[in-house]
């Protein structure tokens, strides 16, 4: 049984920075895909990055420039780093990995963290 676990999360300022973790326990971790989620109550969750098995990245337009996402294949894990926080970005955050070849909907996901950004 695949697990996915999210940690990091917390209340930070506007303009701060938070660096989350997504821990995957899985042996292949290395042919994993990960997508990293956000969602406010009462909204869709939203895809915010991903990054692939060969470490490249893409963004959701609103965090561009601002959010970054890197992994570690030595210990299973990815890391979602956030600068320059805006109010905005709360929401819960969600780590979602699998094999390419399955659908979103099919692969492993987390139990989220939270991040709020108010002062």
């Known amino acids: 049984q695949v697990q996915v676990v999210e940690s990091g999360g917390g209340l930070v300022q506007p303009g701060g920075s938070l660096r989350l973790s997504c821990q995957v326990s899985?042996?292949?971790?290395?042919?994993?895909?990960v997508d990293w989620y956000r969602q406010v109550p009462g909204w869709e969750r939203e895809l915010v990055a991903t990054?692939?098995?060969?470490?490249?990245?893409t963004y959701e337009d609103s965090v561009l420039g601002r959010f970054t996402i890197s992994r570690d294949n030595a210990k299973n894990t990815v890391y979602p780093q956030m600068n320059s926080l805006k109010p905005e970005d709360t929401a819960v955050y969600y780590c979602n990995a699998g094999l390419p070849t399955i659908p979103t909907a099919g692969r492993h996901w987390g139990q989220g963290t939270q991040v709020t950004v108010s002062s």
């Open positions: 899985s042996s292949i971790f290395r042919a994993y895909v």
């Open positions: 990054i692939t098995t060969d470490t490249k990245t």
